[in-house]
């Protein structure tokens, strides 16, 4: 007989990160409240550090990683202390995690609204911060993995799986993405220029979804919806192959971020099969999870837990039939750039994570409380505005996608833009963008009216902080019964886990990196692109400082429509010294890869300092302290010679001089904007800021090359 | 570190050999775990599925 052990389940770092969870996911819902009405009222990009360019990036982390990160861990450090029939492995780790997180998460706010980027989406954060996230990632791996070997039952349920692979998967995407080079303490270069860094990125970026957003709350699916429906999973059998199948085909799927851009072919083609792949197994798991409730669905009419589980799970259904759909090319090139991404994007966080979440913690924090949850009618009041407000967000998305894409590509039968003036396709979606922005408003609501049942009923509650267990010790050597299977190798042993999980999720990128990293024709070189000028570098970083890159794309596709409204498409061989590269992924304004040279220096000038004199209408914040600051010219010499580093062709020496030249070229701006009745110093930022706009994409004008007729 | 290996492996041709690579892992990864996935026995899967429950 095995001897019975007593120990006790942590259920206070379980509920501090619930409380993060809420806290953090109010906070980011209304910064996407503020962001989303400023894309309607402009004059709310009141100061410098709320305005949409910095509140954006502000917007996406702290949902990504401040709510659904705490959620993950909150959700992660219960079920898996019940799964393995042990204790968290060491408190003070549990802690450090904690605190360690949220420490993060303050940096990460501070440093985003004083524009302090990295300038790639979803993974901004500077490379101090980079670091600290790595190290309480791997305090987290460590507690994780502690609590799985010392386990008291043998068999990992899957729900572990997709942890494991879960946190083996994200520290390689960010260590692998984060690879920069420093300048100072708060400044960076990507390692990567141009497509490299751009395909690195999309790798990143998709996989964040994947792996960040997606295969961990799989395993909360797969622990708490049986738990709450008090019934086992449909089919085990099925979640295996939902497990292996995700983790394989998700890493293959990121160039489908970058279609018939100035990538390769041939990645792009596969991105695209894999994406289409994809569909089988998340419906796979989809299923799994609404059948769980077949023959209970009497149950789901009275219990608001598994209402919220059922939306999220139907949202998760939703949006991974649409992911793959967006992966073809045809229609890819409507929903491209446009605000059907974000509907897409908003299906999956306020449907499937969101509810997900909200449906744990309704269920978790009465447990956890000994106690009622606070009022049933306030959390079917959270769940019908909650489902209202996705509705409202999410279909006026699509339809503002799909409208000014088709205004885009329009055509009169003489051949010209039916639609020539970009603001005219913005203007026309702008009912749309009011329209998502009560539907957030909603959500934000309903989010609001459950925190506060919530917290109703931690007040009436009595906290559990240990909860007393016990549990039959683990024999060490299990005798091996007749027909034991091979895959037992791996089922119950975490490590062979890890080690399988990773070889797999690696040989994807691998296999989509290294051909591009390493043939150079690949990237074919072009002789007349050449590295910026000191003033246009130092423009560029005032671009990604202000996150122009979130409404700006730079990347012409080759289609008629866009080769007639911006110029030439682009060619990988332009952005060879881009570090980072900065295609960006959304049209809110024009395309400006050929910016440069279409208007005066002075248009730029009266733009920056009030869009809407120049573009009537315009829904571009103002940039007025740029004509008051002045550049930073004391890091020109350190930026030039960390490019060199990099790869960047400028001379040697070429640092000491660097300010020279810049003052030079900044003097004829100044001289230009004279000309136009304009006085402004030479030192200040709008004058690198001119320069740079004024540099995109001439290095190939003037070239013309056959096209699509799309 | 990188313009390093990116030296000495320029020479990588067939690009086109990789997605055919690609596929093959694919598939033998799939079907592996099909198969695994069948092979297991039935009493052992009830099992796992109720860990969560008790």
Redesign the interface.
Known sequence: MQQIEKFSYDNTSVRNFGYAAFIWGAVGMLVGVLIALQLVIPQLNFIEQATFGRLRPLHTNAVIFAFVGNGIFMGVYY?LQ??CKARMWSDLLSKIHFWGWQLIIVLAAVTLIFGITTGKEYAELEWPIDILITLVWVVFGINMFGTILTRR?R?L???IWFYIATWVTVAMLHIVNSLELPISWLKSYS?YAGVQDALVQWWYGHNAVAFFLTTPYLGLM??FL??AA????YS???S??HF??LI??YI?AGPHHLLYTAL?D?AQ??GT??SVMLIMPSWGGMLNGLLTLRGAWDKVRDDVVLKFYVVAVTAYGMATFEGPMLSLKNVNAVSHYTDWTIAHAHVGALGWNGFLTFGILYWLVPLMFRTQLYSRKLANIHFWVGTLGILFYAIPMYWAGFAQSSMWKQFTPEGVLKYPNFLETVNAIIPMYITRAFGGGLYLIGSLVGIYNLVKTIRQGNFLPNEETEAPALAKHEAEHA?A?W?RWIERRPVQMLVVSLV?VA??GI?EM??T????T?IPTISSVKPYTPLELQGRDLYIKEGCYVCHSQMIRPFRSEVARYGEYSKAGEFVYDHPFQWGSKRTGPDLAREGGKYPDSWHYNHMLDPTTMSPGSIMPAYPWMIERDIDTSTTAAKIRAMQKL?VPYDDGYDKIANEELLKQAREIRARLKKDGIECSETKEIIAMIAYLQRLGKDIKGEQTALSNK | MLSFIKKYAVGISHVEIYPKVALIIFFAVFLAMIYYAFAVDRKEIEKMARIPLD
Do not use: D, M, T
């Open positions: 079920s019940r799964l039952e068999h349920y899957v729900a390692l797969y622990y049986p738990k008090e019934r086992p999973v085990y059998r099925l295996i192959i292996w199948a394989f085909i293959w390769p041939w083609s596969l099969v894999f027909g299977h895959h797999l040989i994807g296999i290294i051909p990293f390493l043939i150079q690949n790869g």
